[in-house]
């Protein structure tokens, strides 16, 4: 069993930054994929940002070059570095990871962009 813990949420205002930390506990050694997820109210889920085992990293398209994932060298643990936030970035931020097939999900990090 694996447990999810996001940290680093926040309000910020247009144009500024914060970095979401996502840390798993329990059996992580078999973890093969880590993420971020976010949901605006309102809206459905939707997935922000992917790293897998080996580096290999995907974004949406409404966050390319302004979001940055990457991991620790534990391997357990995944960041979500996001510069230049937006309106349209708000929500709660889910980390998961996928760990011998099984998904976990963390509880979300709010973040707010407001001026």
Known sequence: Q???VESGGGLVQPGGSLRLSCTASGSTVSINVM???RQAPGKQRELVAVIINGGATDYADSVKVRFAITRGDAKSTVY???NSLKSDDPGLY???LRCSGAVSWGKG???????
């Open 2 to 4: 694996v447990h999810v």
């Open 35 to 37: 993420g971020w997820y």
């Open 80 to 82: 979500l570095r996001m």
């Open 94 to 96: 889910y980390c998961y």
């Open 109 to 115: 990090a709010q973040v707010t962009v407001t001026s």
